[in-house]
């Protein structure tokens, strides 16, 4: 293994990212070369460094991430307060209306039994189309009462 393959395999072992195998190969290379240890020892230190900075530049900021959080439990708890409790009828009120309104669609929906029910084979389809290079265009016109269906198939796709 030469120094430039280590450095890239010291960088996934300090994520790591590097498998077993790899490992050991690289571990075989930094006994032998002191230059790529010493990166190693470099970027192993890294990790720990910016945690600590972290932890420091976190700590800074606490009081005002707790002084945040209780104005926001404070607004929870007087949003929760100020809410009106509703009773329990005009909770369960909404049920027997949905009932009522059910009931007079279907009292109300007009039943036209004087046509007979679709079926297929029972009609005419006149179909225009239009091919091009991109697109074929289709309007299906299935008769008086039906509706027009207009169909575009795109790359053998509809």
């Known amino acids: 293994m030469d120094c430039r393959d280590a450095l890239g395999k010291i960088e996934a072992k300090v994520d790591g990212l590097l498998p077993r195998e790899e490992a050991e190969e690289l571990?075989?290379?930094l006994a032998g070369c002191p230059a790529c240890s010493a990166?190693?020892?470099a970027l192993s230190a890294a990790g720990p460094a910016l945690r600590a900075l972290t932890g420091i530049r976190a700590m800074g900021k606490a009081p005002a991430l707790d002084a945040?959080?209780?104005r926001v439990r404070a607004g929870i708890e007087e949003s929760r307060e100020a809410r009106p409790r509703s009773s329990r009828?005009?909770?369960w009120v909404w049920i027997p209306a949905a009932f009522a309104i059910a009931v007079l669609a279907l009292l109300f929906y007009p039943a036209r039994t004087d046509r007979s029910p679709f079926h297929p084979s029972t009609f005419d389809v006149a179909v225009e189309d239009v091919e091009s290079d991109v697109a074929t265009v289709a309007l299906v016109d299935k008769g008086k009462d039906l509706p027009k269906?207009?169909?575009?198939i795109e790359d053998a796709k509809s």
């Open 68 to 70: 945040m959080w209780t």
């Open 149 to 152: 269906v207009i169909w575009i």
């Open 39 to 41: 990166e190693d020892a």
């Open 89 to 91: 009828i005009a909770r």
């Open 27 to 29: 571990a075989a290379h």
